[in-house]
T-cell receptor
Framework: ELKVEQNPLFLSMQEGKNYTIYCNYSTTSDRLYWYRQDPGKSLESLFVLLSNGAVKQEGRLMASLDTKARLSTLHITAAVHDLSATYFC??????????????FGKGTSLLVTP | EAEVAQSPRYKITEKSQAVAFWCDPISGHATLYWYRQILGQGPELLVQ????????DSQLPKDRFSAERLKGVDSTLKIQPAELGDSAMYLC????????????FGPGTRLTVL
């Protein structure tokens, strides 16, 4: 059974600070996804990481993937209030051109305070 | 911009009643997923379709849940009879089914069973 673990589960940080969210998974996979969810809303795709060493950046968020360590990180630079949300990482076990369901972590609830 | 459509957005029902949710995926997306998200948790797969065929329904409680995608486009998820433990957000997602496998989520249906 594929397990996806995120930490921390709750994070309160001040505006302007940097922090990293970690996502570990239990079986071999080379595809990892990060989503954002605002309260009461659906999931918004942030990053798709498809290979070992993949790094993607969008604004103040940067995601990376180390498939050998089965670890992905989501780094937040100079946090602002608008980044307050829950962040999920998800892994699938697909190795072909067909779609595979995602296995999600429990999410990291981020609160950015003044 | 193409989006996944879902209806209704909210549903309140009494236990033992029947409920149905509808999803229209992004045009051209062959793969459709239904996920259930309990408050404070990550989404979990209920059923996956490739065109009109079920690919994975191993986590679908088949004694009360059913899902169909008759023409390989839109889909319906039904619960009969609803139980208190079914209260959750029901999310529909779609993808091209390619290696990239980025899944796009609809707004969800928030179900409350009284």
């Amino acid at each position: 059974e594929l397990k996806v673990e995120q930490n921390p589960l709750f994070l309160s940080m001040q505006e302007g600070k940097n922090y990293t969210i970690y996502c570990n998974y239990s079986t071999t996979s080379d595809r990892l996804y990060w989503y954002r969810q605002d309260p009461g809303k659906s999931l918004e795709s942030l990053f798709v990481l498809l290979s070992n060493g993949a790094v993607k950046q969008e604004g103040r968020l940067m995601a990376s993937l180390d498939t050998k360590a089965r670890l992905s990180t989501l780094h937040i630079t100079a946090a602002v209030h608008d980044l307050s949300a829950t962040y999920f990482c998800a892994v699938d076990m697909g190795n072909s051109n067909s779609g595979y369901a995602l296995n999600f972590g429990k999410g990291t609830s981020l609160l950015v305070t003044p | 911009e193409a989006e996944v459509a879902q209806s209704p957005r909210y549903k309140i029902t009494e236990k033992s009643q029947a409920v149905a949710f509808w999803c229209d995926p992004i045009s051209g997306h062959a793969t459709l997923y239904w996920y259930r998200q309990i408050l404070g948790q990550g989404p979990e797969l209920l059923v996956q379709f490739q065109d009109e065929s079920v690919v994975d329904d191993s986590q679908l409680p088949k004694d009360r849940f059913s899902a169909e995608r008759l023409k390989g486009v839109d889909s319906t998820l039904k619960i009969q009879p609803a139980e208190l433990g079914d209260s959750a957000m029901y999310l529909c997602a779609s993808s091209l089914g390619s290696y990239y496998n980025e899944q796009f989520f609809g707004p969800g249906t928030r179900l409350t069973v009284l």
